[in-house]
């Protein structure tokens, strides 16, 4: 039987950038970039544009290049350090050429799949940032309300994930609590070398109570199938470019997309050696994205 994810999945497919746009806020498509064999770009961008928020090398000119082509492109993350406003405006801040339109997150994701799947739920949120302008429509009970819960919904792994907080989720769990991960990135990187992220402990929580996890960011499904129909773009058009070969890279040609791995952020050789799949492409660093695009025209 198919997950509530996929189904959600197929859904958000069929009703296409309009549904989108009415619900995230999204802005369209604008079509695809001409003379290429590639229509429309996903890009990750934490490892691949950023690291703690300031630019890799020439990631900003290589943007600015996509842009000049008319190559429709969507910046697609599983951050939930802070809401899609506040990522616009640090990467305009470096000099990106993107707004809040051209940005989807775990988050977004998260709300509108809640309020299908699970409307009017009181959630427990494990999250380390604030989120809530991205989480419109859900209900969100305060940290000192020991009330019972309808979902525990696991963001992005921090301070907050402290052993009252994460044994509150699990009586939770115990007691019929939905489980819901906007992602199960075991790490990401920082100016300050890799950090443990909340992947770990989602599993930690599926087993211990024996739930499991509905993802809702990447890898899932879902979350690509909601880009896609963003750009107005089909799988087999569309390229995605991440620094995690399973999240990024692996899920997105699960689901038919061009899938480009890049040697930055969270990049390690041993993962890329032991994944379970061959990128499409691998590149040194989003700044030869140009380059690969042009050689395929």
Known sequence: MASAACRFAGRLARRGAGWLGQNLGLAGGCG????????????????VLTVSWRPLPGAVAALRRLRAAGLPLTLVTNTTSRPRASIATALAQAGFPVSAADILTAPAIAAAYLNE?????????????????????????????????????????????????LNQAFGHLQGGA?????????????SDGLQLDSGAFVAGLEQAAGAEAEVVGKPAAAFFATALA???????DTLMVGD??????????????????????????????????TPDHVLESF?????????SS
């Open 117 to 165: 799947h699970h409307p009017g739920a009181r959630c427990q949120l494990l999250n380390s940032g604030q989120i809530t302008e991205d989480l419109a429509g859900v209900t969100i009970a305060r940290g000192d309300d020991l009330a019972p819960v309808d979902v525990v919904l696991v963001g992005g792994a921090g301070p907050e994930f402290s052993y009252q907080a």
């Open 32 to 47: 695809y970039g001409r003379g290429m064999r590639i229509g429309a770009v996903l890009i990750d961008i934490d490892g």
């Open 178 to 190: 939905r489980l819901v991960a906007m992602h199960r990135g075991m790490y990401w990187r920082t």
């Open 244 to 277: 995690d070969v399973e999240s990024d890279v692996l899920a997105a040609q699960r689901q038919g997309l061009t899938g480009v791995l890049v040697k930055t952020g969270k990049y390690l050789p041993s993962a890329h050696r032991h994944a379970s799949g």
């Open 287 to 295: 700044a030869d994205l140009p380059a690969l695009l042009e050689n």
């Open 230 to 236: 963003h750009l107005g773009a089909a799988a087999a």
